[in-house]
């Protein structure tokens, strides 16, 4: 025992002189006035962005080792979100008791609160010219305690990494943690020595990162030669609770890493030049959304009231099955099989049901990103590419899980490309699936994640037209968070509301498959002139007329975001014997926290909880 506390305390003489040296040579480096944002780099970092979440062509058993080493990196430095939340950000979270449990009782969502948001929602960049100080990463609302943006920083921004980075820290997670959350959740470049010197792994898990192509090397160019590492994705920490109803059974939560594109006011473009396992030269595939509020809303709602729908009847067969359309990450499959692996310890029926889930979406690249996450939260999930706007989209999903009604899913999620944009802020790979004759100019601000068409509506018509023919007729679940133009004003409004109407017609009587479902907005919605001020991205007069001209012609007044819930009932539910599908509306007040998509704003979601 002597002889080894003697070596520990030489190992740790060691490292503290090791400290002093590289802390002295560490802040030369960080003082000196380089621009370490990524937004500064991406030109440079454009050609790099084809390998991200390539299998490795000659050996694919080694990408998935590699991609498990990532894993076990991401869970020894504690990359959790309500790890990043108290340490990193200094925000409250749920504390537990020794046993395990709150120590509030009940079932109201008030205790749960600070567990919302499940990550640290909408990535955004800094303006230009603002001073970096790590207080001003989260923007927090005088009047709320809630973490809301975490924003990457922009072109010409520097982080302070001396007040950001605890380089003597004693836990060696803690510094790790720091480095990994400025480099894949604040965009910014972190000096290669600083990265080797505090990460956990050092110079293996550099290699680790450029081989999966999460990062590369760039010269920095200032006094004293540093190379720098750039992050080339965002890696987004979400974190499930135990579901509401189960926690005096079972209080864990489901950690779960996503990793996407880098929001495009980090990247500034919408399309990205293929590999160099492309078909055809010039190839371009759109960059995968970020996960934003209304992924995470998606992810809220759907979590507070899926007991009751498993309750419902929904576990009765012996294989339970979920679709992700237009999934981009695979967040949506992805979480709700998260939620469910949670509910294996606590449901005996669902340990005795075999769990699929697929994912769908025309971008190849957000195909592999879905693979990757899967890979990567030790998951399962099936890809499919295929157009929903084709007319082939339903029978390319039958030909993969096969045909009949115990082949259908019980649970369709879908967070589709919803802005109605004018045809000259859409890309090419946008354009290139919409009929048009109108001729693009140079502007990508909008490409396939987000463009809707010029009416916004284009997937979100095909998703609900294919909806009762993949669903379970008799309970299967359909749940689409998009923005919904011209929703209605007043909760008596929807027997008059040309939305709800739409909505209807799009689910159509011609098959047998009955439903109703609600449609939930926000009580206050944008009115057309505020909507083009948005959606603009600029202050530019000419611009905002654009989009306003647009809107108009499109006869869209007003938009709100919003989540609609459909349920297919059985013919023992359907006591009325009607036929089609019956949609009602709610609007969800705007209270001290927000409004529907608000990440923190539970209220929300009690309001759609006390309804689904």
């Not at 990757?372 to 989209?393: H, I, Y």
């Not at 939305?499 to 047998?512: C, M, P, S, V």
């Amino acid at each position: 025992r002597v002889e080894t506390t003697s070596r520990q305390n030489n190992v740790s003489r060691t490292r503290s002189a090791q400290h002093v040296v590289f802390a002295n040579r560490y802040n030369e480096v960080s003082s000196s006035p380089v621009d370490n944002s990524v937004s500064s780099r991406i030109d440079e970092a454009i050609p790099f962005l084809g390998k991200v979440g390539r299998s490795y062509a000659d050996n694919n058993n080694a990408w998935e080792q590699d991609v498990d080493k990532l894993h076990e990196l991401l869970h020894q430095t504690r990359y959790h979100h309500s790890t990043i939340k108290k340490h990193i950000f200094n925000l409250p979270i749920n504390e537990r008791t020794n046993d395990g449990h709150h120590h509030e009782d009940g079932q109201s969502l008030e205790k749960y609160k600070y567990e919302y948001p499940f990550g640290p929602t909408y990535v955004r960049p800094i303006a230009v010219g603002q001073s970096i100080d790590l207080r001003q990463f989260i923007d927090i609302d005088s009047t709320t305690e809630w973490p809301t943006y975490v924003r990457p920083i922009a072109v010409g921004q520097s982080i302070d990494l001396r007040q950001f980075i605890d380089i003597d820290s004693t836990t060696e997670w803690m510094s790790s943690l720091q480095v990994l959350s400025t480099l894949f959740l604040l965009s910014s470049t972190v000096p290669l020595s600083l990265f080797t010197q505090v990460v956990v792994g050092g110079g293996d898990t550099l290699d680790l990162l450029l081989r999966l192509g999460l990062v590369y090397l760039s010269s920095g160019g200032d006094a004293y030669d540093e190379d720098w590492i750039v992050p080339l994705v965002h890696l987004f920490p979400l974190q499930i609770p135990q579901l509401p109803g189960t926690r005096d059974q079972h209080d864990q939560v489901k950690d779960m890493v996503f990793m996407t594109d880098l929001h495009p006011n980090v990247l500034s473009v919408t399309s990205i030049p293929s590999g160099s396992d492309c078909p055809y030269e010039g190839a371009e595939e759109g960059a995968v959304m970020y996960i934003g509020p209304d992924s995470i809303a998606l992810v809220h709602h759907l979590h507070a009231s899926l007991i009751a729908f498993l309750n419902n009847g929904n576990l009765d067969r012996p294989v339970f099955r979920v679709i992700d359309v237009c999934c981009g990450s695979g967040v949506q499959a992805l979480a709700t099989l998260g939620m469910l692996d949670l509910l294996r310890n606590s449901r005996l029926e669902l340990a005795q049901v075999d769990i699929e889930a697929v994912a769908v979406d025309v971008n190849q690249r957000a195909l592999r990103f879905t693979e990757f996450n899967a890979r990567l939260n030790r998951l399962e999930v099936t890809t499919l590419q295929s157009d929903l706007l084709a007319d082939d989209a339903v029978t390319s999903i039958e030909e993969m899980v096969g045909r009949g009604e115990s082949k259908k899913f019980d649970i369709l999620l879908a967070n589709p490309p919803f802005i109605p944009t004018p045809n000259m802020v859409s890309d090419d790979a946008a354009l290139s699936l919409r009929e048009t004759n109108s001729i693009t100019n140079n502007s990508q601000s909008y490409g396939l994640f987000s463009s809707g068409g010029v009416s916004g509506e284009d997937c979100l018509c095909a998703i609900i037209q294919m909806a009762p023919r993949v669903l379970r007729s008799d309970g299967g679940l359909m749940g689409i968070v998009s923005e919904f133009m011209n929703p209605p004003l007043s909760d008596s409004d929807e027997q008059d509301c040309v939305l709800i109407t739409k909505l209807e017609q799009w689910w159509g009587a011609d098959h047998d498959v009955v439903a109703s479902g609600v449609l939930f907005t926000n009580e206050h919605p944008l009115n057309s002139q505020v909507y083009a001020q948005r959606r603009a991205l600029t202050d530019d007069s000419h611009v905002v007329s654009l989009w306003l001209n647009h809107l108009e012609r499109n006869k869209i007044y007003h938009v709100s975001p919003g989540l609609l819930f459909v349920k297919c009932e059985s013919e023992a539910g359907n006591s009325n014997n009607t036929t089609g599908c019956k949609i009602g509306s709610r609007l969800v007040p705007k209270t001290s926290n927000g409004s529907i998509w608000t990440p923190h704003n539970y209220n929300a979601v009690e309001c759609t909880m006390k309804i689904l």
